[in-house]
């Protein structure tokens, strides 16, 4: 194995976690691994950005030849993150969350903290713990800082949203749309939870 290659922390944790859930599969064939870190040059008009990251992230390698439509692996059910899976821990709620709310309500409560790497959710915590922490490079993260900063406050992610093609740009517009409007039905659900335990306490 390349030495500037890392098998993330938990990965053997995940793997003994989905074969507790019924998951068979030759865990040997790929791996979690992470990329070295590069530095890349942003220029636009009037401003010049250097931005390195340490790492690349992880990501799934081969670690012997794998013939064509050899699956890798089988996730069980039981082991998925969905309404049915997470539905019954937690209170009912009209209008029902749908499935992109309930996991990102799930995420939210059980997101990491720093650099941790033992996790009290006793449901999807070995899943939790190999996705990724940021989510920098990603349009969206670009939209929702100048949303939430102003575009002074984020030159690089205002150039960067400012070039890309419009037809691309107001799709992004219609998901974060969609995210502020998952995000507002969160944040109901969660007041309104809260004012019913208290309630019932």
């Known amino acids: 194995m390349n030495s500037n290659f890392?098998?993330?922390p938990q990965w053997s944790a995940l793997l003994l976690w989905l074969s507790?859930?019924?998951?068979?599969?030759?865990?040997?064939?790929?791996?979690?691994?992470?990329?070295?870190?590069?530095?890349?040059?942003y220029k636009f008009v009037n401003w010049n950005q250097t931005y390195c990251k340490t790492g690349a992230g992880y990501g799934l390698f081969a670690t012997r030849t794998i013939e064509p439509s050899t699956p890798l692996f089988s996730i069980p059910a039981k082991a998925l993150m969905n309404t049915l899976t997470l539905g019954p821990h937690y209170p009912l709620s009209h209008p029902t969350l749908s499935c992109t709310q309930i996991v990102s309500l799930h995420l939210l409560l059980h997101r990491p903290l720093d650099n941790q790497l033992d996790f009290s959710d006793p449901l999807f915590g070995p899943y939790i713990s190999v996705l990724p922490r940021e989510?920098?490079?990603h349009p969206l993260t670009w939209l929702?800082?100048?949303?939430?900063?102003?575009s002074a406050a984020v030159p690089l992610e205002t150039q960067l949203l400012n070039a890309l093609p419009p037809s691309i740009?107001?799709?992004?517009?219609?998901?974060?749309?969609?995210f502020k409007g998952d995000w507002i039905r969160i944040q109901d659900y969660l007041v309104c939870s809260s004012v019913w335990s208290v309630f019932l306490s």
């Open 6 to 8: 890392n098998v993330h």
């Open 20 to 41: 507790t859930h019924g998951m068979v599969a030759d865990s040997s064939a790929v791996e979690s691994r992470s990329s070295p870190g590069k530095c890349f040059e």
């Open 135 to 137: 989510f920098d490079p």
């Open 144 to 150: 929702w800082k100048e949303d939430n900063y102003g």
């Open 169 to 178: 740009l107001a799709k992004l517009n219609k998901i974060f749309g969609l």
